[in-house]
């Protein structure tokens, strides 16, 4: 076993041990609210360019952890890339979010499936590499996709949505059809995570963070299936690489999320209570999460009592200080900061 491994807390509380004071990271942590980012971002154009070029994303995804110190870095690239890899139109505007040209039936199915991803994924792989090569010994990278259900909403709906229409009438009015858009990015993701494991990712995080729009059938068949599918594939291929699971919104299928997808971790969005994932989730997975992002945005302290809130009632379990869901834009650097100094005080100890 090599002792960098062994050594990283990350690493460690996913593997099953309690580290105090806990392992941290942010959702979102590398972006707009960081002023480096927003200089290094404005010497490109577009996003997407920014995401597939390699020393620029390398730089993006270690900004901070230079300046904050956090456990672990985040691969900086986008859940969307695997669309565009496959051929989907992609651009993100200013103010409005991603757009893409819309899919719609099985022709648009049949359309992306005759483009393989991989090759156009290139450039994000070397950006693991790069990476993995810069991180000191107790950092560990996380390499990430989106989870099937939640890529298929963006891909569907042609961009973010407020009710999910086109997207669910799709799935309830020919299942079939869209189960064969769900079976085309599983597959995709599996293969692309497990490049990205190969490339240097020691744990990978599966984002979906629409999980929580649909009733518990569809649940099961949209969420819960392609989930179990990509771990299980994960795990026959990288045995040692723990998967971390984000079924954002998900409420009291977050049991049935963690029994039956086989997540090594599960991330905590913010609004579930920490005794119920401590009672029902606890004894099964690591658990990551799930402070507010607002109260990272609001400081002072709201934040400390929170954190101090968080960590008495995560003591004795496997946990990984998390945010319920991103860093939102307008967040102060400071506060980020002063998370770092809070967690590693007598507070969690
Ligand atoms: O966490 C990190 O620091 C790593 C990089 C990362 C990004 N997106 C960079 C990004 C990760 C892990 C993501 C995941 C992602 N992307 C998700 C899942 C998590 C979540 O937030 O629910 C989703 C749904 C997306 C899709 C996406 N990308 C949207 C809806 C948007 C526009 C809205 C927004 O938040 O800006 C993006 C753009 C995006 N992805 C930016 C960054 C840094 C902002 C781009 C810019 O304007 O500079």
Excluded at 44 to 59: I, W
Excluded at 193 to 201: E, H, K, R, T
Aim: charged share 20%.
């Amino acid at each position: 076993m090599s002792v960098g491994t062994a050594t990283k807390p990350l690493l460690r509380a996913l593997a099953g041990e309690i580290v105090v004071p806990p392992p941290w990271w942010l959702m979102r942590q590398a972006g707009r609210y960081l002023p480096e980012y927003r200089a290094v971002r404005g010497r490109v154009r577009s996003f997407v360019e920014l995401c597939l070029n390699p020393a620029l994303a390398s730089e993006l995804t270690l900004q901070p952890v230079r300046r904050f110190g956090m456990d672990a870095a985040i691969l900086f690239s986008d859940i969307l890339l695997l669309p565009y890899a496959l051929g989907q139109a992609l651009d993100f505007r200013e103010g409005e979010g991603p757009v893409l040209d819309p899919v719609s039936d099985r022709h648009g199915v049949a359309r992306l499936a005759s483009t393989p991803a991989l090759p156009r994924l290139e450039a994000v792989l070397e950006t693991v590499r790069q990476v993995r090569a810069a991180l000191g010994a107790r950092t560990a990278l996380i390499g990430f996709a989106g989870a099937p259900w939640t890529v298929a909403t963006y891909m569907v709906e042609g961009g973010g949505s407020r009710d999910f229409r086109r997207v669910k009438g799709w799935a309830y009015r020919d299942p079939r059809g869209f189960g064969e858009l769900i079976d085309l990015l599983t597959e995709a993701t599996t293969e692309f995570l497990a490049a990205q494991i190969a490339a240097g990712a020691e744990v990978v995080q599966l984002f979906d963070s629409w999980a929580g729009v649909l009733p518990d059938r569809e649940f099961a068949r949209w969420v819960i299936e392609p989930t179990a599918r990509i771990v299980s594939e994960i795990k026959r291929r990288h045995p040692d690489c723990p998967v971390i699971g984000f079924p954002r919104g998900a409420g009291v299928l977050y049991e049935r999320y963690v029994n039956e997808t086989c997540v090594a971790a599960v991330s905590l969005d913010t609004t579930l209570p920490a005794d119920f994932a401590c009672r029902k989730l606890g004894s099964h997975v690591a658990l990551q999460g799930n402070l507010d992002p607002v109260l990272l945005l609001t400081g002072g302290d709201s934040l400390a009592r929170a954190v101090g809130q968080l960590c008495h009632s995560f003591a004795g379990m496997r946990w990984v200080f998390n945010l319920g869901h991103g860093v939102l834009p307008e967040t102060p650097p400071e506060n980020v900061a002063a998370l770092g100094r809070l967690l590693n005080s007598s507070l969690s100890a």
